[in-house]
């Protein structure tokens, strides 16, 4: 069975570089019948938080990317315990004492002389002597895993054959001094213990996956399948870790962006498939193929959000916006009609109410200096209330024989007095919902 699994750090609301991660795994189960999990990586005890981990629930709940199955890494440090036991015990452990300034140090004197800046593995030579020496100066020591020095390779779903030089990658340190796991050997647990099949996750895990398969072998665990998606940038190819921060989904949601827009944009960007609006999740996991996705980084530009918002929300069926038209005070009556005229002139489906108070109160006239006189005419051959909606063709006859004016000379003025906008519904479909003019 194919089990996938989205692993975000409640240390932050997630955004739209998460989204991806998530709903490629997601659509990968779903493709099966397979199990998704949410796996929530919060060992970091002092910037992981509940509201955090309660915010990421309800945004994926919102895009519908519910999980079959979710774990916290808080809850099993006690595995993460045996298996550091277990890796001592054969031999692929070890404790290290550096400070992060001779670290540092360490890492510029290699790139001086123009060497890849490696651990350089002295740890290895101490010996339990001078381990008990700098443990007593120091405090507990970090605890790296020792890679083994030859390539490491997988074919990756997106990349396609990678290979790595061990050799050219610093031991990964799995344990802090302070006693903290760390992200590599956590997951690595879960992924075997939860039987993950297949791991999707950004390209800049690359060099994590090359250490993480290394680890899993170590564990005696079977390595999943990987693929890494490229990185997002923004439209011109600019970095978009510094704007991440705005692009959090619960401010998409919050500007009115609508799920399905968002579903159908992430789930092919970056694809040789065409983004367009699909009308269900099934269709996205149908039709989803991550051999489809390159990997050159993708340009997300948050604006085409808009399009697809506004064309969901112009197919939206009366009967499910008939509670929020209530709400506005939309009379039963008229409710049916006023949606069928309104929808295709949202951007979002909020703007419905801007649309509403203009039928109940009518518009600021908006009347350019040369066409005062034409309106005030056109006012005094305004046909009387109730209009129907063969009332808009009526009076632009009778104004246009009155005036003249034809065209987009005659008609423009006029819906610009009546809607105080140059743009709008079919007037002849907007004239009988209009309760109120102010001309
Ligand atoms: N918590 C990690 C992250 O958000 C998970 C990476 C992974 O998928 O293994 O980057």
């Known amino acids: 069975m194919t089990v996938t ?24 189960a779903r493709q099966s019948g397979g199990q998704f999990i949410l796996r929530l990586d919060d060992t970091d005890p002092e910037r992981s938080k509940q509201e955090y981990a309660d915010a990421i629930m309800q945004d994926l709940e919102w895009l519908g990317l519910t999980w079959d199955r979710i774990e916290k890494q808080s809850e099993r440090l006690d595995r993460y315990e045996a298996a550091a036991d277990e890796l001592r015990e054969k031999g692929r452990f070890y404790e290290c004492f550096e400070t992060p300034i001779e670290l540092d140090l360490k890492r510029k004197k290699q790139l ?26 120091r405090g507990s020591g970090h605890w790296r895993f020792k ?58 895990h690359v060099t994590n996956t090359a250490t993480q398969i290394q680890i899993i072998e170590a564990m005696g665990g079977s390595v999943p399948f990987f693929a890494h998606h490229s ?20 401010d998409l949601r919050g500007q009115g962006i609508e799920p399905m827009a968002l579903l159908s944009l992430m789930a092919r960007l970056g694809s040789s498939d065409p983004v367009e609006l699909r009308g269900s999740m099934d269709e996205l996991v149908a039709g989803f193929d991550l051999a489809k996705f390159g990997s050159a980084p993708t340009k997300f530009d948050v604006e085409d959000l808009k399009p697809l918002t506004s064309k969901y929300v112009a197919a939206l069926p009366y009967e499910t916006m008939a509670d929020a038209l209530a709400a506005l005070g939309v009379p039963g009556e008229v409710a049916a009609d006023f949606w069928s005229v309104a929808r295709e002139n949202l951007e979002t489906r909020a703007d419905v109410a801007k649309w509403w108070e203009l039928c109940r109160d009518g518009a600021e006239p908006l009347v350019d200096a040369e066409d005062q006189e034409f309106v005030a005419t056109a006012k005094d051959l305004l046909p009387a209330a109730p209009w129907t909606s063969d009332t808009w063709s009526e009076w632009t006859t009778s104004v246009k024989a009155a ?10 003025p006029l819906r610009k007095a009546l809607t105080g906008m140059q743009h709008g519904p079919d007037m002849s479909r907007l004239m009988p919902l209009l309760q109120k003019v102010n001309l």
């Open 5 to 28: 699994r989205f692993a975000p750090s409640p240390t932050g609301y997630i955004h739209i570089g998460n989204l991806r991660t998530a709903l490629f795994n997601y659509m990968i």
């Open 112 to 137: 001086n002389m123009g060497k890849p800046p490696v651990y350089d593995r002295t740890a290895l030579d101490l010996s339990d002597e001078q381990k008990d020496a700098l443990r007593a100066e």
């Open 147 to 204: 890679l083994d020095q030859d390539r490491i390779e997988w074919t990756d779903g997106i990349l396609g054959n990678l290979s790595i030089d061990a050799a050219s990658v610093s031991d990964p340190v799995l344990i802090r001094g302070d006693g903290q796991f760390l992200y590599t050997l956590a997951s690595v647990c879960d992924d075997i213990d939860f039987g993950i099949t297949q791991v999707v996750r950004g390209s800049d």
């Open 231 to 250: 990185l997002l940038t923004g439209p011109q190819g600019e970095a978009l870790s510094k704007r991440l921060g705005t692009l959090a989904l619960r």
């Open 403 to 412: 005036t003249g004016r034809k065209g987009k000379g005659l008609f423009m």
